[in-house]
């Protein structure tokens, strides 16, 4: 389907955050806004490990949208919360070993999350803010089906 003639999406893409490189290397300068921050990879694959790999930012990227989400919820129930902490790995995994998964060949990428709620929260209340937990928007995105388009434009003159 030709960009042009495609159904526009419901929120509009915004070019809210752009990443530039040399080429000569990995290392990437990022800009989100008004924030500006490097990307790059560890030494194993040829990076210089001056900053997190892009694995690194889509695992705090979606600790950060669970923390936040968690948070907020407990805050609207007025549950007595102190604090979130959200650890987070990524690996891949053969797909035949995850017993709970639809794809049964080749490759998996699997994110484990671990989630410590500090305070004086409830056992039910623990078990609600542990579902909420895996409703935040980034959980919702990576879980969902993702129509990711890749366009060549060419650089100003």
Do not use: W
């Not at 999350?113 to 990576?142: D, F, N, S, Y």
């Amino acid at each position: 389907m030709d960009i042009s003639t495609a159904v526009p999406a419901v929120n509009p893409p915004v070019e809210h955050v752009s990443v530039r490189g040399d080429a000569s290397g990995f290392l990437q300068q990022a800009t989100a806004g008004n924030h500006t921050f490097q990307i790059d990879e560890p030494r194993s694959v040829g990076g210089t490990e001056s900053a997190p790999d892009p694995y690194d930012y889509l695992l705090a990227a979606l600790g950060a949208c669970t923390s936040m989400t968690v948070g907020l919820f407990a805050r609207r129930n007025k549950f007595p919360l102190e604090g979130v902490t959200v650890r987070l790995s990524h690996s891949r995994i053969h797909a035949k070993d995850c017993a709970e998964c639809q794809t049964k060949k080749a490759m998996l990428d699997r994110i484990d999350v671990r989630i410590e709620l500090k305070g004086q929260i409830t056992e039910e209340q623990r078990k609600r803010l542990m579902e909420v937990a895996a409703k935040c928007p980034v959980h919702r995105t990576l879980v969902s089906e993702i129509d990711l388009r890749i366009e060549s434009v060419q650089p100003p003159a």
